[in-house]
């Protein structure tokens, strides 16, 4: 059974002026002698729904803030996931589910636009706007779509606008002022992107500063911390500081490279026997470093548990190693001569019947100020694994984003 849970949320705008709200009472402490009611099957309250949303002020001089306008989850309408306001008093909602919707709430608490992410219903109902991401995830937990994603408000023209920017770089546009959904072409890409630029750059200093907290938050994620709005944004602000190409931002990312944390692991195809740990921030961090023109340290983006090998990292003249190399070697002599590598993807394919499954590695080599990237395919037969494909290339990711989607598809 998959199950979703619905935390109570909490948010402040950016100079702390309003604070909105949402609570459910199925959040609210449960008490009970033995065994476990059945809305808490997993130990914690699941599906929780009825939330009441709250739009607070701070008044200067007032020791309680003032409650400007209340809002119920309204009948058929989806539990959040996530809640913003700006200085201005204007709140979005973001709702999950099959047919997820983001709902922009104007000042004095009126719903003003919403907009259905397509899901089980194909087509507008009533006064919901469609907007078709080009990459939803489908799962049965519900419809994913806005994960390492920048949300944000700006204010331009006399216009208030409300941007959601996907991890891919489509952009949900929100003319909160007219209320209308316009399409990105027709508005201010160049505030846009001078907005996320500053945002990142703004955001990212400061979760520098606590590196270790935001380490910790993930490594047992807290609802309650006070870290945590910034923290989840994280991911976000690292692969934005390589798609604008913020400079500045270098050292930030040269310190969040020797973050440790590592978030999945998967059966490896080339190494039998061995496990594939990712890493969570290192693969994104480096590929920002990699678009700043400039070759990461070396700290692993993955590592092979159960490879009987002491694989080095941080290995000097990469490229030269790699000259050395040979298709019939074996994964672990290849990892001895050159580490671990940039990026790995598992894929497969049928073949006569029998799935046949393949494990690409890839080493990035910044050569003469042109990025080159080393493929080695490996495919398994039987017990063993073999290379079928060695190949330097001009690096596919410079025009494509397939890696930057496999980073961050699934956070």
Not at 209 to 225: I, K, M, W, Y
Not at 249 to 258: G, T, V
Request: proline residues 7%; aromatic residues 10%; contains cysteine.
């Amino acid at each position: 059974m998959t199950v979703i849970s619905y935390a109570d949320l909490r948010v402040t705008s950016p100079g702390g002026r309003f604070m909105l709200t949402a609570r459910s009472p199925d959040n609210a402490t449960v008490s009970h002698q033995s065994g476990l009611p059945p809305e808490m099957p997993f130990g914690r309250p699941v599906f929780q729904k009825s939330f009441h949303y709250q739009l607070l002020e701070h008044v200067p001089g007032s020791v309680e803030p003032r409650v400007v306008w209340e809002r119920w989850q309204k009948d058929g309408e989806l539990s959040p996931h996530e809640v913003l306001v700006s200085d201005g008093g204007w709140s979005v909602i973001r709702t999950h589910g099959f047919d997820p919707e983001v709902i922009a709430v104007s000042p004095s608490g009126q719903d003003v636009l919403r907009v259905c992410i397509p899901g089980l219903k194909k087509e507008a109902e009533g006064d919901c706007l469609i907007w078709r991401p080009l990459h939803l995830m489908w799962t049965t937990a519900g419809t994913f779509w806005s994960g390492a994603s920048w949300p944000y408000f700006l204010h331009d023209g006399g216009t208030d606008f409300f941007v959601w920017r996907t991890y891919w770089g489509q952009r949900l546009v929100l003319d909160l002022t007219h209320a209308a959904l316009i399409p990105e072409q027709e508005a201010p890409v160049h505030v846009m992107d001078a907005t996320e630029q500053r945002e990142v750059s703004v955001l990212l200093s400061e979760l520098t500063e606590h590196l270790n907290e935001v380490q910790a938050f993930f490594a047992g994620p807290d609802s309650s911390h006070p870290i945590r709005p910034k923290a989840l944004r994280a991911i976000a602000a690292i692969h934005l500081v390589g798609v604008h190409r913020i400079q500045a931002c270098l050292p930030l990312l040269q310190e969040w490279e020797s973050a440790d944390l590592p978030i999945s692991t998967m059966s490896s195809t080339a190494f039998p026997g061995a496990t594939i740990e990712t890493q969570f921030f290192r693969p994104i961090t480096q590929h920002s470093m990699r678009l700043l023109g400039t070759e990461p340290r070396g700290f692993a983006p993955y590592r092979f548990l159960g490879a009987r090998c002491t694989v080095p990292e941080s290995v000097p003249d990469r490229r030269e190693r790699a000259l050395a190399l040979k298709q019939n070697m074996r994964a672990r002599d290849v990892l001895l001569q050159m580490g671990n590598p940039d990026f790995v993807i598992k894929q497969s394919r049928d073949v006569d019947g029998d799935t046949l499954w393949t494990e690409t590695w890839e080493y990035d080599f910044l050569v003469e100020g042109q990025w080159k990237t080393l493929q080695l395919v490996w495919e398994q037969r039987r017990s063993r694994s073999r290379i079928t494909h060695m190949e330097e290339i001009p690096a596919p990711w410079l025009q494509s984003d397939a890696r930057v989607r496999e980073f961050l598809q699934y956070l």
